[in-house]
């Protein structure tokens, strides 16, 4: 089963414009990951926050974490084409932690030149 | 350095056959995860393997499916009698520490068709 939920499922924007996905999740948490996919085939790890932070940034990359509501947001900004992917939200599970990620179902990002 | 390979990158089968899927993580990392990932869909997990033993196998769909990591390095994992609701893109992945806390590298993954 999957725990994140993501919006917008697919996201069409230019060049230089910003990005903004959400995801939602439904258990406690370790720590919250996003990660990029290309083509259908392996995940690149973006962005890690934990459960006790509430924002991160990586580059052009921004994260947040509200743990009250169970969501996160992830913002790139002044997108690229090379920037087109799936992005995914996973969690850690906060009990029983054993090392699994719990994926959600993904945003298409689409950034026309 | 090299990142987490797997093999072959594509299997074709019948339905009812038997198939293997590998998976070399990256050396050093003492953790292990499969994942399977259904078009359109995020990641499922399926097992996570804490040097040989399996720490939790809980997303396994069924006795039809299996994992091994002999020597804590290499993984394979094993499918019997194959169903065309198998096929999908098998994802394997590693990370140097436990519980979570650390990203997981993946590899490019296995994509499996069961005619």
């Known amino acids: 089963s999957q725990q994140g939920e993501e919006d917008p499922q697919a996201l069409s924007i230019q060049e230089g414009e910003n990005a903004t996905m959400n995801c939602s999740y439904k258990?406690?948490?370790?720590?919250l990951q996003w990660y990029r996919q290309n083509s259908g085939r392996g995940l690149v790890h973006l962005i890690l926050?934990?459960?006790?932070?509430r924002e991160k940034h990586s580059g052009r990359l921004r994260v947040t974490l509200d743990t009250s509501k169970k969501s996160s947001s992830l913002l790139i900004t002044a997108s690229r084409a090379a920037d087109t992917a799936s992005y995914f939200c996973a969690t850690a599970p906060g009990s029983g932690n054993t090392g699994k990620l719990i994926f959600g179902q993904g945003t298409t990002l689409q950034v026309k030149p | 350095g090299a990142g987490v390979s797997q093999t072959p990158s594509n299997k074709v089968t019948e339905k009812g056959k038997y198939v293997e899927l590998r998976c070399d993580p990256i050396?050093?990392?003492?953790?292990l995860y499969w994942y399977r990932q259904s078009l359109g869909q995020g990641p499922e997990f399926l097992i996570y393997f804490q040097g040989t033993g399996a720490a939790d196998d809980s997303g396994l769909p069924n006795d039809r499916f299996f994992a091994v990591r002999p020597e804590g390095s290499v993984s394979t994992l094993k499918i019997q009698r194959t169903e065309r609701g198998d096929s999908a893109v098998y994802l394997c992945?590693?990370?140097?520490?436990?519980?979570?806390?650390?990203?997981?590298?993946f590899g490019p993954g296995t994509r499996l068709t069961v005619l």
């Open positions: 258990t406690s948490i370790n720590n």
């Open positions: 992945a590693s990370s140097p520490l436990v519980a979570g806390t650390d990203e997981q590298f």
């Open positions: 050396s050093g990392h003492t953790a």
């Open positions: 926050i934990r459960s006790n932070e």
